[in-house]
RNA sequence: GCGCGCGUAGCUCAGUUGGUUAGAGCAUACGGUUUACAUCCGUAGGGUCAGAGGUUCGAAUCCUCUCGCGCGCACCA
């Protein structure tokens, strides 16, 4: 009799949306500020809106959410909240690109609007993604960087900043740009393999002799200011003092100085206004005149001596005077070299040092303090600390927070053009934009003076590193407003520490002198294969998040997401999707076949846990050790090592083990005690809801589920919200509402734990036995002696009839270890 | 060049303060499964824990050195 049995399936793609949809109605996530529980309270990085979104980003949001998920459960008040970093270059990129504009050549304000209408549609695809993935947000507590509200916050910090002295303008070398037109930080300049020419490049000596440099940027020649050996170097010792003459006819001094490498090139090195930091070095140093070439976008300005570069880009002028010295016979050796340069990092253009007028942070003075404040901020890894502290300690310019730009929050400033005096006014009027204020009146100090605008915009960094201040000031924090500083934790990425971390913290020594957050959990990178990173750049190549989560459910990604430890870069593997998958689907069968046996429970059956049957006490108390273990690593932000304690207690203990024991009882008759069925009844409903509860902060959607399940009359699973086999039993709306399963006593007897290990063992000798004999493990053996110590038996005691019915025997027995084995009869040895 | 991390089964990784015979998943081989399981269960094979030296009764774990990989910083004429 062939009988297709039609089988059961949870889709969890319908499934996901259908909970997504609950908790949003019930406010689930909702953060409570009138609550007494205690605070956990989350720096969410508000993900900058540049383009799409890749695996990345689901890796590292993930890890945070899960620990939001556990702290709830473990009966934290959590405030989990999500902003949008929607300003600044890598926005104004986005939108440039998107629309095919240049922002420059826009009126500001019409450019303005087109990029927040651009980011507020990125705005919906991420929170699309976010919310798709279950993350347990409470969307009430949301903030962008350029609302109004923010750019208020980053100006009154200016100010207060400013008139602390902590903030001052300076016209000097600044990294800069060319291709964005603006000034960078240190922080956002990294390296970048690039092959180039080495060239030598004859001088001539006041004798007639030729001088040979090398160099790389031999455009920079009409900004030569002089040359330098090492004052070590013999070669040259009889012409130091002297001067030469380029091949464009400029004579310059030859100094030296102990920074020149006689090894490299021919010891020899021409110093340009500006080709690197040792050209700053040594024209502050020398006192050498500066003589700028180029424009703040990047071209040449008209020169007598070669008016052929006039306009030109650095590429082009290089060319021209490469095509130029080789006619003159100038050029002596011509070398292919790869060579480290220091590159913007959102567009890789090389970097350029050039004098500009602009705002800066003081940091340089501040290196010790913070230093002493990361050592006060627990670090998840630990050694990410070293991090911070190499950059902090090699920091080599103050924080440069002046962007000529278009699209982020104005400086508030007016410059007397007479006396000089900076007018930043009341922030009563925050948030300003000084370019569009109609009136400006004469300067307030002098009189004399008008008052002119400061242009440029704040680094978005600048209103980032306020996050904790943005959400400590947040309108949704009821009795708490401004109790929320330092807050509990950053989540973030290991690539941003040099900036979100330094700069977060340099905010909380300035306006708070105190550090931002207890906690640092700081990720790795995902990577698709070895070597290949997904990033801001290579844009996570032909892995959707979305497209993943349509074809393998939130719940299976999310899994997959928690395989690696912290901090460390890991790749995607197909493997652990599939592993979450089945993760899943077991909970659900597990859940189908406990709830078909369960109907009639009662949460009430059992008066004391101590009325137990031994073996149910063990798989209730390996349930809450689980917790416990799993807690201990969550607090360490070890969810890896959290999934891996699950899976061993579940997958083990709980399916493989207990569940195929327990069945013994489930199915038989009616010469059971009723207290014998009723303490696996306990056991089973126990057991899985603490299983339920433990992976839920990993996928939350099918243990909701699960929890909401009720096996119908006909013979299926149904789920809904409002009801729910655990669901009303419990008295909670929803899986993440209720308590964190903890150890409550000693259940289990030292003899019986003993006892369930030897069981355990004993039936991994029957099975193998019958794997060997290649029967099922299903298979009847009719009579089965166990041989072994009296006191093996007394242990075992408690597991007779348990035992008897999981290995199918009639009859088990037991002898001493030093009987005579009876024929033709199954003796194990134990 | 400096700093950090890593090197454990064919692959991806666990391995808590040094302590029985180094684990898991996947893959491989064999067998079995339909009263939860798009399966699932069982069994087996598979490791010089990168290498060398040291500390110790005892080292994958601690120390030193070497090699390889990754990352950060510096160099970047």
Request: glycine share 6%; proline share 4%.
């Amino acid at each position: 009799m062939e009988r297709e049995k039609t089988k059961e399936i949870y889709n969890a793609q319908e499934r996901e949306g259908y909970w997504q949809k609950f908790w949003e109605r019930e406010g689930i996530n909702e953060f409570d500020p009138e609550s007494s529980r205690q605070l956990f309270t989350i720096d969410t990085p508000p993900p900058t809106i540049s383009g799409a979104l890749h695996l990345g980003h689901v890796f590292s949001y993930t890890q945070a959410e899960v620990i939001a998920r556990y702290r709830r459960l473990a009966g934290f008040n959590v405030r989990y909240p999500m902003g949008f970093d929607n300003n600044g270059l890598p926005t104004e990129r986005l939108v440039e690109k998107e629309k095919k504009i240049k922002g420059r050549a826009l009126p500001l304000a019409e450019f303005v609007r087109v990029c927040l209408e651009v980011t507020d549609l990125y705005k919906e695809q991420y929170k699309n993604l976010w919310k798709s993935l279950g993350l347990s947000i409470d969307w009430r507590l949301e903030y962008s960087s350029i609302s109004r509200e923010a750019q208020r916050l980053a100006q009154t910090v200016f100010k207060e900043l400013f008139e602390k002295g902590a903030i001052y303008q300076k016209e000097a070398i600044a990294l800069y740009c060319p291709t964005c037109s603006t000034s960078v930080a240190q922080a956002e300049v990294e390296d970048n393999e690039e092959t180039s020419v080495f060239y030598d490049i004859a001088f001539t000596g006041v004798d007639g002799d030729e001088l040979i440099i090398s160099t790389t940027r031999p455009e920079l020649l009409p900004a030569c200011e002089a040359v330098f050996v090492h004052p070590d170097d013999e070669r040259y010792a009889m012409m130091v003092g002297k001067t030469v003459t380029t091949p464009l006819q400029r004579t310059v001094p030859i100094l030296v100085d102990d920074k020149v490498s006689m090894e490299k090139g021919t010891g020899a090195v021409m110093c340009c206004t500006y080709g690197d930091e040792t050209d700053v070095y040594w024209v502050r140093k020398h006192n050498l005149p500066e003589r700028i070439i180029l424009t703040l976008n990047g071209k040449f300005i008209h020169l007598e001596e070669i008016p052929e570069i006039s306009s030109k880009s650095i590429r082009e002028a290089r060319n021209i005077i490469v095509a130029l010295l080789r006619e003159r016979g100038a050029i002596k050796k011509e070398q292919q070299i790869c060579h480290a340069v220091g590159v913007h990092e959102r567009c890789d253009t090389p970097i350029e040092f050039l004098p500009t007028k602009q705002w800066f942070v003081k940091i340089l003075e501040k290196k010790d303090d913070l230093i002493r404040a990361g050592e006060r901020i627990q670090w998840y890894p630990s050694y990410m600390r070293k991090r911070y502290e190499e950059w902090v300690s090699g920091l080599k310019w103050d924080w440069c927070i002046s962007r000529e730009r278009f699209f982020g929050v104005p400086i508030p400033v007016f410059v007397c053009d007479s006396c000089e005096y900076v007018y930043i006014p009341d922030e009563t009027v925050f948030p300003i934009d000084p370019k569009l204020e109609a009136e400006i009146s004469a300067c307030p100090k002098c009189g004399k003076g008008g008052l002119i605008p400061e242009k440029s915009v704040l680094d978005t960094w600048f209103t980032s590193s306020l996050t904790p201040d943005i959400n400590n000031t947040s309108p949704m924090n009821g009795k708490l407003a401004g109790k929320l500083y330092p807050m509990s934790m950053r989540p973030q990425g290991h690539d941003i520490i040099r900036t979100w971390v330094v700069y977060s913290i340099v905010m909380g020594l300035y306006r708070h002198q105190d550090i931002p957050w207890h906690e640092l959990m700081i990720s790795g990178h995902i990577l698709l294969q070895k070597g290949e990173k997904i990033s801001k750049k290579t844009g996570g190549g032909a892995v959707k998040p979305e497209e993943l989560i349509r074809t393998h459910s939130a719940d299976a990604i999310r899994y997959a997401m928690y395989g690696a430890s912290l901090g460390r870069d890991a790749f995607y593997e197909e493997q652990e999707v599939k592993k979450g998958k089945k993760l899943i689907v077991k909970l659900y069968n597990a859940g189908k076949l406990i709830l078909s046996n369960l109907q009639d429970f009662e949460t009430d059956s059992i008066r004391s846990e101590s009325e137990l049957e031994a073996i149910d006490r063990w798989i209730i108390a390996r349930s809450r050790a689980t917790a416990t273990e799993m807690a201990r690593a969550f607090e360490h932000y070890e969810y890896s090592r959290a999934r891996l304690a699950f899976e061993d207690f579940f997958w083990r203990d709980f399916c493989d083990n207990y569940l195929e024991i327990v069945k013994g009882r489930l199915w038989s008759d009616e010469s059971l005690s009723n207290a014998q069925r009723a303490s696996a009844h306990y056991a089973l409903y126990h057991a899985y809801l603490n299983a339920l509860t433990m992976i839920s902060p990993f996928i939350p959607h099918i243990t909701e589920e699960m929890y909401h399940a009720e096996f119908s009359d006909g013979g299926v699973i149904v789920s809904r919200t409002d009801s729910g086999f655990f669901a009303t039993r419990e008295g909670q709306k929803s899986i993440h509402c209720i308590s964190w399963p903890v150890v409550k006593a000693d259940i289990l007897t030292e003899n019986e734990a003993r006892g369930v290990e030897l069981m355990l063992a004993t039936i991994a000798e029957i099975r193998k036995y019958k794997s060997i004999q290649h029967m099922t493990m299903g298979a009847r053996l009719s009579s089965v002696i166990l041989k072994g110590k009296t006191e093996q038996r007394n242990l075992l005691h408690p597991f007779w009839n348990d035992l008897t019915f999981v290995i199918r025997a009639e009859v088990l027995s037991f002898q001493d270890e030093n009987s005579i084995d009876v024929p033709d009869t199954l003796t194990i040895r134990i």
